[in-house]
């Protein structure tokens, strides 16, 4: 490096100052870390491998960004301000050390001896110093930040024990012992080009201005190389058996995430043969499940967006996910129903999916929780309160209450609402749902869409043979009866001609369109504020702007928003009916963390008692913000 200096040309010396033994001590020690953490990391993947196969390598070029998106790019973790930045602050600048390394591994390594090419001269060295000397000092910050939010401010969602102290910890001593030995080094050689380091620069002459002379820094600089090398060795060999893991799990997981809609539950298939009902024990969890399990980093986001928690229910999706990870890595042998989960817990998930979309290693949450629900319903017959009474009403009468079939239609009288008949083809298949059938108050829906689609000419009918879309029994777990429910409604749908189904329910919208396609109901399902809003645009309805002066607020439901991404429509359809626009809440889009009184709501607490507090959480949102009327499409939209 000194004939370098001498010339002025801007270049890494390696190895300057270290002895052959510390040069011989970092490759025969860096070897070993990188075996014991393959050993490591193979016997992690071993582990997965013990589950139930899976297929999830379709879709490759999707894998690959999504992992680019929110692996690298930190897209979902950085949504939330404080934890995101520091997150995002930490990993950024853990990567940008880690590829700094990798280059000055490359350059020495292989390019030199093999190529005889120098990578790191020049302004390409220049830059490389000033990047990663400001990364560092990012990190630091960063590291900092988690400090002081883990173990200071302590959010409820965080867990502050000493097991998550030593990460941080191991983390800063890697990067401030190595602007400790760039200092030394430049404090010593005194290149021209030594301010591209700034942290580095002011930290050598820091220790210049107190007197420290050359063969003490020469000294200093020497042994905390070492022992740099070996606090990072070791930090390699524990990641396989440390909270660092997810380095590994994080983008594996992110990778072979669900990319079926949202709202499809796996079905079981040959259910009628099939010898596992849901997942018994822990053998009976896929490969997938248990990368899941073991991907999940404890941050809480799941604990802090799940309605039921926040109502002060049994459930805790965090504490699910987290029993079921220790359950694997410690080779517990407990039956897994009633001893390491418990029925209220699973019963509690109201599969909002406000954990799944917080979850920034996208873990299907909900998806664990039902096939576990599907095992007591199933196999044990262990429902939920009033329950079991919802499903036989289904079964026997086509709807949770078991209201009469005859009486499914008395909702249209007077409108002279089109039937559909066999060999009569129309454009739409208006599916109504339950609750606007039978409920007196939702009824008003369905009356005010029927009045809409005749007011804009839209050729449509409803089915006579309408009943229950089972939804419900699926997510109770009760699949045998959602598969014989939905089996029905597909073949009696077959018998009529028609171009494409809207509904105004969110859980018919998403389950005919997600989920029917299983059993051969392959349909276009429109949501109905998403027609309305076509019908705005072109001009086929028209409505005097802002005939509305109350102050409204549009609360998401989540089988429309977050399951199916429709958001923008229904306010835009608000904007139109009222000068005011659309009072946002506090959670809203898919930051918004429970169901409330929509048609699904009705008959979830006619199955749950339990469900009626998370309403009540809910709608106290808008009370305390202050609107005149909570607008919801499917109950406050109305057109006379």
Partial sequence: MTEQVASGIPYRDTFWNIPMWARVFVYVGGTAAIAVFAWGCWQRVALWREGTPERRTDRIPERIVLVLTQALGQARIVSQAYAGVMHAIVFWGFLALFIGTVLATLDYDITVPLLHVKLLKGTFYLLYELVLDMFGLFFVVGLGMACWRRFVTRPARVDPTPRFAYAPLILFVINATGFVMEACRLAVVKPAWAAWSPVGYALGQAMRGVGMGEGVLRALHLSVWVFHAAIAFVFIALIPQSY??????????????????????????????????????????????????????????????????????????????????????????????????????????????????????????????????????????????????????????????????????????????????????????????????????????????????????VSFAVMAEERCHGEVARRLGEEYLYQTVTTENVENIKKYSFDKVITHCPHCFNTI????????????????????????????????????????????????????????????????????????????????????????????????????????????????????????????????
């Fill in 244 to 457: 660092f893991m997810h380095l590994v799990t994080t983008p594996l997981n992110i990778f072979f995430s669900k990319l079926r809609p949202r709202g499809e539950l796996a079905k079981i298939e040959n259910i009628e043969e099939a010898e596992n009902l849901g997942v018994s024990k822990f053998e009976e969890f896929s490969w997938k499940r248990r990368l899941d399990f073991d991907a999940c980093v404890e941050c809480g986001r799941c604990q802090d967006a799940c309605p039921a928690y926040i109502s002060g229910s049994a459930l805790n999706p965090k504490r699910i996910i987290v029993k079921l990870k220790r359950y694997m890595l410690d080779g517990d042998t407990r039956p897994i129903h009633g001893e390491v989960i418990q029925a209220d817990e699973l019963w509690a998930c109201t599969t909002c999916m406000a954990c799944v979309q917080e979850c920034p290693a996208y873990i299907d949450i909900v998806d664990t929780i039902v096939d576990l629900r599907r095992f007591l319903a199933l196999s044990e017959g262990a429902l939920p309160s009033t329950a079991p009474l919802a499903l036989q009403n289904i079964q026997r009468a086509g709807n949770p209450w078991g209201l009469a079939p005859a009486e499914r239609l008395k909702w249209a009288e007077g409108l002279d609402v089109p039937v559909l008949e066999e060999g009569k083809r129309v454009e739409y298949l208006y599916w109504v749902g339950c609750s606007a059938s039978y409920d007196r108050r939702n009824q008003n829906i369905a009356r005010s869409v029927v009045k809409i689609l005749k007011k804009a000419g």
């Fill in 513 to 640: 369109k997600n989920e029917y396609p299983q059993l051969g109901g392959n349909y276009e399902v429109v949501h109905h504020t998403v027609f309305i809003d076509r019908l705005l645009a072109d001009e086929k309805i028209k409505l005097p702007r802002g005939f509305d002066q109350r102050k409204l607020t549009y609360h998401d439901p989540c089988y429309i928003g977050r399951y199916n991404d429709v958001y923008e429509e229904p306010r835009r359809v608000l904007s139109v009916l009222n000068t005011n626009d659309v009072t946002e809440m506090r959670r809203n889009r898919n930051k918004r963390t429970s169901p409330s009184s929509s048609p699904r709501a009705s008959s979830r607490r006619a199955v749950d008692p339990a469900y009626r507090e998370i309403i009540t959480r809910r709608l106290e949102l808008p009370l305390h913000q202050g609107p005149d009327k909570r607008a919801r499409p499917e109950k406050a939209v109305r057109f006379p």
